[in-house]
């Protein structure tokens, strides 16, 4: 028999129980609908890898990982080129989760996943709201004539859940059409003290990674100029700690067009501080 140790090839400080977890962490590798540069599927993977090389404690929210309940359920499996069948996959073990009185901490994949997720934690949480770090708007009705794009992906949120109840950080992209929804419904927040409108709703975080910008974070689909500094996110979601996190995730690496791998490390850091938000 092989003594080991061996390299774990779970997210770094899981625990190895999904009974006794309060947080999933579930990986979405689907990137069907990307518009620009592909390769966002192969994030969760590459992600688990790389988060050896962090250390598990967050010195900005003073919390040790290793400390927390979460359990990393690995990859969901996806039919290639079936947007509806991934986004009811999605949908379903979400809801598992959230019926076992769960969080979830999804790791995308392209921005698309998040619908199936929001689908399933607002049978849930009736009082919910989204707060979107992007650098797009992800407001369009349609692209190429398909509905279910991750360039729409906030417009099918806000059909379900009501655009009064969607708050876009970071924009900075999108069709002028998508920019006179966001004014319409004043969804484009600038300053952290503007979330206070959500201070007793139940908030699901969605992070598109193309929010950082692309001179720290390159490899994502579509790198937007102009981005946040990571201590600036990282300032905005200290803020959000105050609130009442029942779910987020993280979308949109695309590790392989960043042969440094310092996007996929920038990632892993990221998901470390949001397991504190949990």
């Not at 009811?88 to 698309?112: A, F, P, Q, R, W």
């Not at 004014?183 to 959500?198: A, G, M, Q, R, V």
Request: aromatic share 10%.
């Amino acid at each position: 028999m092989l003594k080991g140790p061996f390299l774990d090839r779970n997210f770094i400080g899981s625990n190895d129980s999904y009974q006794t977890s309060d947080v999933v962490l579930l990986g979405m590798p689907y990137d069907c609908t990307c518009s620009n540069r592909a390769g966002s599927r192969f994030a969760p993977q590459q992600i688990r890898l790389e988060s050896v090389g962090i250390e598990t404690y967050s010195p900005y929210f003073d919390i040790d990982i290793t400390d927390l309940k979460f359990y990393d359920s690995g990859d969901l499996e996806f039919p290639f080129g079936n947007a509806e069948k991934m986004l009811k996959i999605v949908e379903e073990n979400t809801d598992i989760i959230y019926s076992d009185n769960k969080k979830i901490l999804g790791v995308g994949g392209e921005h698309l996943v998040t619908l199936g997720e929001i689908k399933a934690v607002y049978k849930h949480c009736k009082n919910l709201a989204v707060i979107q770090f992007d650098a797009h708007t992800d407001l369009r009705e349609e692209y190429l004539g398909e509905k279910l794009t991750h360039s729409g992906v906030m417009y099918q949120i806000g059909k379900l859940i009501g655009f009064d109840n969607i708050a876009q950080v970071g924009i900075r992209s999108g069709e002028r059409a998508e920019f006179n929804l966001m004014h319409k419904y004043d969804t484009l927040k600038s300053n952290p003290i503007e979330l206070e409108k959500f201070k007793d709703k139940e908030i699901f975080i969605t992070i598109d990674l193309d929010v950082l910008d692309p001179s720290l974070m390159c490899g994502v689909g579509t790198p937007e100029a102009g981005g946040f500094s990571y201590l600036e996110l990282i300032e905005w979601l200290k803020y959000l700690k105050k609130f009442n996190i029942v779910g987020l995730d993280i979308v949109e690496l695309a590790p392989d067009i960043d042969i440094s791998k310092t996007s996929t490390a920038t990632a892993c850091k990221l998901i470390r501080e949001c397991l504190a938000l949990l």
